[in-house]
């Protein structure tokens, strides 16, 4: 669960709900939950960058270099990763 604080008052807020805008960008509206406060706002969460590429992606990549290369050049790179003593 993702925390959220007061921009006026530093206090922990209550998201209410959300409006996802795009698959990377969703609105979160809060509640402060201080009684000396109680502003409303609206957080704007967004994607920012890749720590580690999703699977998918690299799989995609690994199968579009091999399709491209020459076969024989292809079957020697998969040979060397058949072999019992092949190491990462």
């Known amino acids: 669960m993702i925390s959220v604080n007061c921009p006026h008052c530093g206090s922990n ?3 209410t709900h959300s409006d996802t805008k795009s698959n990377k960008i969703k609105h979160l509206y809060a509640d402060c939950t201080n009684k000396e406060c109680y502003a409303r706002f609206v957080v704007r969460m967004s994607y920012s960058h ?6 998918a992606t690299q799989y995609a990549a690994i199968h579009e270099m091999l399709a491209n ?10 040979n060397q990763y058949q072999q019992p003593s092949f190491n990462f």
Do not use: F
Request: net charge positive; hydrophobic share 35%; no cysteine.
């Open 50 to 55: 890749d720590i580690t590429p999703s699977l």
């Open 69 to 78: 290369m020459n076969p024989t050049d292809r079957k020697n790179l998969l």
């Open 13 to 15: 807020a209550r998201v």
